[in-house]
């Protein structure tokens, strides 16, 4: 049987020069998170699927990769919702929220959480949105005031400065405000839900497609007309606890960063308690890294509430707007040596071993004498430093 060599729809094989931009991305966001107190952690691919399944995770929830119950366990005749037990992460904060309540007794207060890690999502792929996509987040768990938002919201986008991103944007709301649009539109507070699944779509299908989607769902001309009215609403008229800690907020990041609030962002994980946030780029039709505040999350594993607010970075659309800039890693000297006979493969190794620890890549060829020329000239578009060929030269 003859199988095919190409990855799993929406999967990506990574070459090595990808994988050296990767892992520069991954070293600049974890090193700029370092900086600003935050410690890393690592939790598991799979979650038990109750916890997954019962997460408010938006429309997420239908992109679950579900791992089916295995040997005695596994009743074929079972309804769908019996046949798994286990799921794949569709995100980093489920499983930093059961990380925590695990391990809270052995962690600081508050506590700074970096992640970085592979997440799965059954969706259509396309530019920019794969099913198997590595997240960067960082979470402050345990501190109820607007300096976890302040804090964040001055760390991720250093990290993406720091990538060669300057012509980006912060935008924030807050879904108390949220609410407050919805329900003063005469609107029921149990379609909250699906009124904010319809609002997250706006830069994608437009207010037209939102009203219509609206409509679809059941609300009068009278409710869409008012909740549209209201999308455009001015921060400066806003009277709430909700939105001086916005305006807050707004003013301190500003000094840093520009940041503008936006009263039709949404964000699509249901979790979220207040504030909310992205960051945007022109040079990319949707966002950057997002994030918000999840202050009930934990109350699935404990009776006392416990705040927390976390922004994740856009990792796979941050590489590929770096590929299609034609960004090249700058590489460690890398120095080849090169053999045709045989006789010279210790004196090889030993050149080689003498350069061990001193910060520099070294590798081993044996080439044949009649393709010495092509082998050196490949080393070159390798990125090869130093080529050496070892014959007689003096140890």
Known sequence: MKFRTKPAKGTQDILPEDM?????????????????????????????????????????????????????????????????????????????????????????????????GDVWRAERPQKGRYRQFMQCDVDIIGESSIVSEIELLTTVPEAIKRLGFDNFKIVINDRRLLKEMVLSSQIDEELFGTVCISLDKVD????????????????????????????????????????????????????????????????????????IFEVQSSEFKGSLGGGGRYDTLLNKYQNDPIPAVGFSIGFERIVDLLKSKNVKVETEEKIAFVYIDPIYLSKAVALSQELVGKGKITSLYQVKKNKVGKKLNRLKEEGFTEIIVVDNLEM
Not at 25 to 46: A, H, L, M, W
Not at 229 to 254: F, H, P, W
Request: glycine content about 8%; hydrophobic content about 35%; overall charge negative.
């Open 204 to 275: 994608k299908i437009g207010v037209e497609g939102v009203r219509n989607d609206l409509a679809e769902k059941g609300l009068t001309e009278v409710q869409i007309d008012a909740l549209i009215k209201r999308m455009d609403t001015d921060l400066a008229s806003l009277d709430s606890d909700a939105a001086r800690e916005i305006k807050q907020i707004i003013d301190v990041v500003s000094a840093y960063y520009p940041v503008e609030f936006d009263p039709t962002l949404v964000r699509g994980m249901g979790y979220y308690t207040g504030s």
């Open 20 to 116: 050296a931009l990767r892992n520069y991305v991954q070293d600049t966001i974890r090193n700029t998170y370092r900086e600003k107190g935050f410690t890393q952690i690592q939790t598991p691919s799979i979650e038990n699927i109750e916890l997954l399944s019962n997460s408010d995770g938006g429309e997420n929830l239908r992109m679950l990769f579900k791992i089916l119950k295995r040997g005695e366990k596994l009743d074929l005749q079972a309804g769908e919702n019996d046949l798994s037990d286990l799921g794949l992460r569709f995100d980093l904060t489920l499983p930093l929220s059961r990380f925590y309540a695990n391990n809270r007794n052995d962690l600081p207060m508050p506590f700074k959480a970096i992640q970085i």
